[in-house]
Each structure stands twice: as structure tokens, then as C-alpha cells.
């Protein structure tokens, strides 16, 4: 069960029911409270009144197999053997029963523990007694195991207890808007699913105390003993992806449901389209001008000026030749007008590459077909396989249930692809996480690159997982003209790596910025990466790697322009761009048992931070507008090199 609890920062009294629906009004409405009950939810919220217990009971239901001295014997007699399990269920203990129009029935029901996804462990280590408590609540045996194997089996069982919440609070950071996860105390993590519920649950922020808690109600008369459910997935109504997000506590065979993927129609495209202004025509666009230096307004944060001859600085886009922005562009009309032309650092539709669930689609053309059904692989062989979660959910639990057929390894990365700086990414092997994860918002599932290259890191005296970033500069889409730059970055770990502890995001991510992690972060370039990495690869060349990156890179290029837009890249002579292309390097093995290196494209991004890379390569900028506005890398080769012109 997830919600968005809209609040803002208003400070306000307990005083009167008049100020609690000025602040919680909009809150009761998207919960679709009825309004018979808001007065009493007001006073128990005031009041701090839990008085569930006096209404409801939960019973222990057990489930008992009996052996028989023989079959079919219907008599036990004593010595008979009995084995099973229990479940449970809370029942009405009210002698009258609840009436649904009894504006007295709303109760509240307290979070037991209450958290963001990447703090759970050290909640678990630090905090006194929860880990015994979430253990006793999700029927964990404790018994004389130590305190990881617990903590490692409470986080795997959770996602069949926790709902979540995310604050709809715009002036908060984007740290603070991350989902909370919760999990209610006893009674509430009782209340089992039906698909006919008898009651409705929803979690409600009550602002004077900026607590959470869980607010339930009948929608129905039940009498005394009978059953008190909810759905634990109310606004799913498809039955296939019902089923796959009820996969937590229903168990569901979906290997008949095919896992091949097709690309969408263009309606899905435009559905993520940011609305551009496009000139009905652009007619021949003048040369720059070569009768005095080319008016360049670079509006980057700290972005070093460019020194190339050819160009000069200016304050403002209304004087400048060529606009260079790290905001998002929409009226491309502008730059057309009068006679005069503008150039800008973005092409129309770039979204296409740059959005994280519509990049896999783009890339999937550069491929020979869908997914081979008897080795599971993707294709092209560069793309990390990857689903839609919000579109291909039942399609991603059939592919799952293939690999664990086979015995694959099912390690995931879930990515917002509305969100930037790692928020809200995941690393797991658990179906159940990844399903629940569904309800947080938009998300992509990549198959996590398992067995990655490394390098050691000497000051951790550890090998850590390392990933890349290149950068292309675009010139043209039609034709094709592209450039690549030879540098590269390289970003590494900060705990050794091995497959295991998803949830510490240090082993698993090179870049955990948004979270307050106290790490040393140091950069690596191209020369001091490629030395250590071939002295601890014997036999492995770099300059093979490299061409197969390069490859791989045009390909997806070829891709991204291979279709009209909405679903590719618009032919704009105005544009010109630098993509940062983010990669990882991973471990293969080829027919005859060699093992060999093979890049995998991780992201495409439109915003890269020019200060750092200019601190180690000061003539990046330089070498980029003299191949995107002259086409000339002479005396840059050693640094810039064309890919398709």
C-alpha cells in the first residue's frame, strides 16, 4: 500500500477541528476517508486514543497435517503424529458488532518501525530491541543465531509487512522525499488481504506531531467474530499485473506469460515528451560568422571559459552566437528569427536517450532480436537487459522465474528514471522487494552487472567495482556525424566488492552523492586507469576494450537516429550536444571458454560536469567546438575521434 501525503510547512494547533481540516483536508480526500468519520479521527488524533482493542481480537489460526497410522483412517488416537503452520487473523470482538455508518469506527493503528529503505540495517543494529520485535512480528525463530543472520532474514521478510508513504512536500530536499517504509505494530500487520475487504487502510500524517500513523475503517456491517481484510493492492485492477504485485503473499507460476519484448507505439514516446516550440521550417542556416570571433554564452555552474581563438565569452543568450545551457531548451523557434540564428547545446527530443526507460527501447533496435528463450540472453550485447516495471511487471516475473529455473543469478538494479544522483536505487535478488518497490513510483529493473570488472584500490587495500563515463560530442543527426572523446573518467567503489549485501550501497554504487555517507570520493583518468588495469589483467589490452566500447557507442547512436522523432533524436541544424555516457565493463565468456571483456551502457546524460573534467583535460571544451561548429580535429586526434561523419 502506498500513498503520497501532501503537506506543507504551515504551523499549526491542536485547538480545533475548523484548523485540523485546514491543514489535513486534502489529505482525508485522497485517502477517500468518509466525512462521517473525520470529527472522530480528529479527536483520537488529539488525543492519542488507540482503542482498536477493545473492538478487534487477533487470532492464531493454525493449520494441522495429520499422519494416520493408515490411510484414510478419519479417527486420530493419541501418539499420532501432527505437523504445520499458523497464520493469523483479527476478528470484530465488539459484542454489537460495527456499523459502517457509526461515525465512532475509524481507530488508529502505530508504525512499529518506521524507515527509509537504505537506513533499515542500521535501525536493526543500533536501535534497542526492534530487530527482536520485527522477528517476533514476522514470525522469524531467533533461537541462538547471530544477530546478521536475523537482521539479513528480517530484511528479506519485510516487503510482506511494510506499506510506505512519500511526503508530497516540494520545498524538501530530495533526500527527504525519498518513500518511507513502515511497519505497522501487531494488530495492524495482522489484518490479512482479501480481494472483497471488509475495511480500508490508509496511512495519514497528523502534522501537529509530525507523526505517521494508520487510520482504518469499515466499509461494511460486520457482525461479532466476523473477519476483519483490506486490499493490500486497491488500485490494481489488471488482472495479470494484479497478480504479479500480489506475488508478496500470493504465489503465482507466470512462466506461460511470454518475457519477449516489443517496442511500444509512438504514443508511449510522446507521453514523455517535454513540450518543445519546433520552427515549421528552418531554412539554409548561415555560417557562423568568420569576420570576428564566435559570441559563445556558456551558462554552466563554474564551467571553465573557453580558449580556443575562435571564440569569445559573452554574459547573455540575446547577444551570443551560440547559447550553451545546463537548463532544459524548449522554444527551438527562438533561435530562428529575423534572419538570425542561434545555436544551442541540445537537440529536440533528446529525451529519447537521455530518460532511463526509454533509452533500453532506443538501444534494442542495434540488436539481431529479442531475448534467446535458451540462454536468456539480450540483445545487443552491450545492453544490460531491462524491464519496465510500471509496463512489462509480468513480463519481468516470467523472465525472473526462467533464470531461477536455471539456476542464473537474479541480481537486479531498480533506477527511478525520474530521478538523478542514485535516489532511490536498488540493488536486489528478492522478487518480493522488487515488486513492492513498484509502489514507490516509476522504475526500471536492469540486470545488475554481476560479475564487473574491478581494480584495486590501494587505500582500501581492496578490489572495488569501478564504472566509466565518455563523453560524444553530436553534431548532426542527419546525416549522422559524431565524434568521441578519448578521455575518460573513471569512478570506483568505496567498499570491496563481492556479490553480497545488496543494501550497502558503498560495495555496490560508484557514486552515492545524495546520501550523507562521510567517503572519500577520488577520481581516476584515462592514463592512471589503464596501466593498473592491464598489470592486474595479464593478457588483457586495453586498445580491445576500448574499440568495442567505441562500437558499441556509434550503435546506440545509429539507434537513437534510425527512427522519426517521437521514438528518435530530431534532425535540428541548430543543435549540437555533449552526452555523457556512462558505462560498466563486465566478464564474459566466449565459445571456446576465453574470457574476454565486454562494455555495458548504463546511462546517457545530457548534464556533465565540464570543471572536473577541464581540471585534468583543460582543452575538453576547446577540442569540442572545433569538431562541432568546424568539423576540424586536426592536431586533436590523439584526442578526439570521429565515429560517423
Known sequence: MSSQIDQDNTTISESSFEEFLLIHQLQLKNSCVPQIYWQTLFNKLKDEVFDAGGVFQVQIVEHVEETYGNEGDEDREDGDETSGSHTYRVVVSRQEGISCIDEEHIYLVDHAWTYRQHEARAYLEQVAGLKERMADLMDIKKDERPDKDIIDEVLREMWRFNGTYSIGNYDLGTNERLPVWYVMDEFGSRIQHSDMPTFKMAPFMYGPRQIAYSIIWPIKDLNKGEEVTRDYVPNIHHPERRAATML??????????????????????????????????????????????????????????????????????????????????????????????????????????????????????????????????????????????????????????????????????????????????????????????????????????????????????????????????????????????????????????????????????????????????????????????????????????????????????????????????????????????????????????????????????????YKSWMEEYPEMLNDAFSALFFNDIEGREDRVKVLAS
Open 248 to 609: 508478496p503473499w500470493i504465489p503465482h507460476d507466470f512462466r506461460e506469460t511470454s518475457f519477449q519484448q516489443q517496442e511500444p507505439s509512438s504514443d508511449f514516446f510522446s507521453a514523455h515528451r517535454i513540450a518543445e516550440k519546433m520552427p515549421e521550417e528552418v531554412g539554409p542556416v548561415s555560417p557562423l560568422p568568420s569576420d570576428r570571433r564566435i559570441r559563445v554564452c556558456l551558462d554552466y555552474p563554474e564551467a571553465p571559459e573557453i580558449t580556443h581563438p575562435r571564440f569569445e565569452m559573452v554574459d547573455t543568450g540575446e547577444e551570443a552566437d551560440i547559447i550553451w545551457t545546463l537548463q532544459n531548451f524548449k522554444d527551438f523557434t527562438s533561435l530562428c528569427s529575423e534572419g538570425k540564428y542561434r545555436y544551442i547545446n541540445q537537440f529536440p527530443n533528446e529525451q529519447c536517450i537521455t530518460v532511463k526507460d526509454l533509452l533500453p527501447i532506443v538501444c534494442r533496435r542495434a540488436g539481431t532480436g529479442g531475448i534467446d528463450p535458451d540462454t536468456l540472453e539480450g540483445s545487443p550485447k552491450w545492453l544490460p537487459l531491462t524491464f519496465n516495471l510500471n509496463t512489462e511487471l509480468d513480463k519481468f516475473v516470467s523472465y525472473f522465474q526462467h533464470r531461477q529455473d536455471k539456476g542464473l543469478d537474479n541480481v537486479w538494479i531498480l533506477k527511478p528514471w525520474n530521478l538523478s544522483n542514485s535516489a532511490d536505487i536498488t540493488v536486489s535478488d528478492n522478487l518480493n522487494q522488487i515488486v513492492r518497490l513498484t509502489e514507490t513510483g516509476p522504475k526500471i529493473a536492469c540486470k545488475y552487472i554481476s560479475d564487473c570488472v574491478t581494480i584495486h584500490r590501494a587505500d582500501l587495500k581492496a578490489d572495488v567495482k569501478v564504472d566509466f563515463r565518455f563523453l560524444i560530442f553530436l553534431a548532426s543527426v542527419k546525416p549522422l556525424q559524431v565524434f568521441l572523446y578519448r578521455p575518460f573518467s573513471v569512478r570506483r567503489g568505496h567498499k570491496e566488492y563481492s556479490l553480497t549485501d545488496f543494501d550497502d550501497l558503498l560495495r555496490h554504487l560508484t557514486y552515492v552523492g545524495l546520501y550523507k555517507y562521510n567517503v572519500y570520493r577520488p577520481g581516476m583518468y584515462t592514463e592512471e586507469f589503464i596501466e593498473p588495469f592491464e598489470a592486474e589483467n595479464p593478457g588483457v589490452k586495453w586498445n580491445t576494450i576500448e574499440d568495442s566500447i567505441h562500437t558499441a557507442l556509434l550503435e546506440l547512436f545509429q539507434a537513437a537516429t534510425s527512427r522519426d522523432p517521437p521514438a528518435g533524436l530530431v534532425n535540428f541544424p541548430l543543435s549540437r550536444a555533449i552526452y555523457g555516457i556512462d558505462l560498466l565493463l563486465q566478464w564474459q565468456t566466449n565459445e571456446k571458454g576465453e574470457r574476454y571483456v565486454q562494455p555495458m551502457v548504463s546511462e546517457v546524460n545530457f548534464g556533465c560536469d
